[in-house]
């Protein structure tokens, strides 16, 4: 067992805190302020809801995913696995708002339509920048979180508080790959005396995830070259571009990679996860041979659940979503990005910790390297 001042000195002090928010909404001791974890007090607690589910305590990554999985095909480099897709919003106004296809919004708002969820968790920013949890209960404002941001905002924060509302029961959350491993360690391996609910923890929708950005430095990134206030959405071409795309109005500003690399938040560099593999639908950017300008329009999907199949047939039959073929190639270079991050991970602990450590991934070393050979 260890305390809160233990859970700082291991996780914010080393630099691997995420800022997902799964310390912070109902403790008094931990907080989040433009994107930095800060706790106000030491807190001699010897387990505790911070360091239970806390995304970059030790956890046993296989483990945790065959408790969560039972049954399900796992592919060892990308997770649970039963389908992948191409697939867009059919709301064309949903698209126009959207990072890519909208797939992520389209969804949401279904699933609080047909009752599926009563709310959900969403991420909110203003301009791709200063993003922020919110709870929404209305799908018709879902689309207001429509978009991207490259800051991670403590959204979990705002979950841990509609887990003790009375009034959410069935609530779905979108998530990067910190977010939701956070969501499935409340899930299986809750506080026998506090779980805070986490049964009310339903749909589970992963984001496809790099990396993070410093808020600062995203912040004065894009003021150097945009008008901040008129920024409507901001992108990662495909790594041949080696850019960063800002939109402010009619025009689009290409940003060299080279200036935003160095923003990468440290934490990051230590993560696993590239495809969000602690989820029941997993949705990034499309990849396909029709190039960039038609896959900025879509969405690569990966279904791992028996609710995420049920979503997207429901969507197939409500005609919410459109679909194309998915290329023959299209798994493998899903498999090969994941495993590279793993890789680029496994190095960053290993230097961290020295060569026999992987850091709060060491349970699934042997795991791990078994991927990655």
């Known amino acids: 067992m260890i305390s809160t001042f233990a859970l700082d000195s291991t996780v914010l002090q080393e630099g691997l805190c995420t800022t997902c928010g799964a310390c912070q909404g109902l403790c008094p001791y931990w907080d989040c302020v433009k994107g930095r974890t800060i706790t106000y007090f030491e807190c001699q607690r010897q387990d505790g809801r911070c360091q239970r589910f806390c995304p970059r305590m030790p956890v046993d990554l296989k483990a945790l995913m065959e408790k969560a999985f039972p049954g399900e095909n796992i592919i060892p480099e990308i997770g649970p696995f039963r389908s992948l897709l191409l697939t867009r919003a059919a709301d064309p106004d949903i698209r126009a708002g959207s990072q890519h296809g909208g797939t992520v919004t389209a969804l949401m ?84 005396d506090n779980d805070n609910h986490a049964g009310n923890i339903g749909l589970i929708l992963g984001l496809f995830c790099g990396w993070g950005l410093d808020w600062d430095g995203i912040r004065s990134l894009t003021e ?96 919410v979503l459109e679909f194309k073929e998915v290329p023959d190639t299209a798994l493998d270079k899903i498999k090969s990005a994941s495993s590279g991050k793993k890789r680029t991970a496994m190095r960053y602990l290993h230097e961290k910790y020295g060569s026999e450590s992987l850091g709060y991934l060491q349970p699934s070393a042997d795991w791990l390297k078994t991927i990655t050979d």
């Open 224 to 319: 150097k070259y945009a008008d901040a206030g008129s920024v409507t959405h901001a992108d990662i071409p495909p790594s041949k571009y080696h850019s960063y795309e800002i939109r402010a109005g009619e025009k689009t500003v290409s940003v060299n990679l080279d200036e935003v690399t160095p923003l990468v938040r440290n934490a990051c560099h230590y993560c696993a996860d590239m495809t969000c593999e602690f989820s029941d639908l997993s949705v990034g950017g499309a990849r396909s041979k029709d190039g960039w300008d038609v896959d900025k329009g879509w969405n690569q999907v990966i279904v791992r659940t028996k609710l995420g199949q049920d979503l997207i047939e429901l969507a197939k039959a409500k005609g």
């Open 109 to 192: 708002e279904l699933a609080l339509r047909e009752g599926l969820i009563d709310s959900a968790v969403l991420t909110k920013s203003k301009n791709t920048l200063d993003p922020e949890g919110v709870l929404v209960t209305d799908p018709d404002k879902v689309r207001q979180c429509s978009g991207s941001s490259f800051q991670i905002a403590p959204a979990l924060a705002q979950l841990n508080r509609a887990l003790a509302d009375d009034r959410c029961h069935k609530i779905g959350v979108v998530g990067t790959p910190c977010k939701t491993l956070a969501l499935y360690k409340m899930r299986y391996d809750p506080l026998p």
